[in-house]
């Protein structure tokens, strides 16, 4: 077992929590009660529900980083194929950091070195999975 491997992959667990918290961000800062507020019930409901899937999904990558680093890192073809899941995710959600257009809302710097550290972890975290995926 690769120690340094597992050690990044924990790491990487803890950092998609972090992610979290700029996901519960979005709604305050994109206004979504003014907003979505216009839109028939069902989708404002599916809104929400699409969020939670995705924070679901977020928070459970990161538990399973945490808590199985060392099966994860093992080389096995199901940690492989666990490992190549998790980077595709993250490698579709970095492609999307460059095609949604988020500047009218990084009206503060707090908030464009945010979206500096979110792609740079989205990058960090797909390199580190597909890394892990192909050359275990």
Same mark, same amino acid.
């Given at each position: 077992?690769?120690?340094?491997?597992?050690?990044?992959?924990?790491?990487?667990?803890?950092l998609?929590?972090?992610?979290?918290? $700029?996901?519960?961000?979005?709604?305050?800062?994109?206004?979504w009660?003014?907003?979505?507020?216009? !839109?028939?019930r069902?989708h404002?409901?599916?809104f929400?529900? &699409?969020?939670? &899937?995705?924070?679901?999904?977020?928070?459970?990558?990161?538990? !399973?980083?945490?808590?199985? $680093?060392e099966? *994860? $890192?093992?080389?096995?073809?199901?940690?492989?194929?666990?490992?190549?899941?998790?980077?595709?995710?993250w490698?579709i959600?970095?492609? *999307?950091?460059?095609? =949604?257009?988020?500047?009218? &809302?990084?009206?503060?710097?707090? !908030?464009?070195?945010?979206?500096i550290? =979110?792609?740079?972890?989205?990058?960090?975290?797909? *390199?580190?999975?597909?890394?892990?995926a192909?050359?275990?």
């Amino acid at each position: 077992m690769n120690e340094t491997l597992t050690t990044l992959i924990r790491t990487a667990g803890f950092l998609q929590w972090s992610v979290l918290i $700029a996901s519960a961000l979005v709604p305050v800062r994109l206004n979504w009660k003014k907003d979505l507020g216009g !839109l028939p019930r069902l989708h404002r409901q599916l809104f929400w529900t &699409y969020g939670g &899937y995705i924070v679901l999904m977020i928070a459970s990558l990161g538990l !399973l980083c945490v808590t199985f $680093a060392e099966s *994860l $890192a093992g080389g096995t073809a199901l940690a492989r194929g666990l490992c190549g899941f998790i980077a595709v995710f993250w490698g579709i959600r970095l492609g *999307l950091q460059f095609v =949604l257009d988020a500047r009218p &809302y990084l009206t503060a710097w707090w !908030l464009v070195a945010g979206e500096i550290v =979110l792609t740079a972890l989205f990058l960090s975290f797909t *390199l580190l999975f597909a890394a892990a995926a192909i050359w275990q």
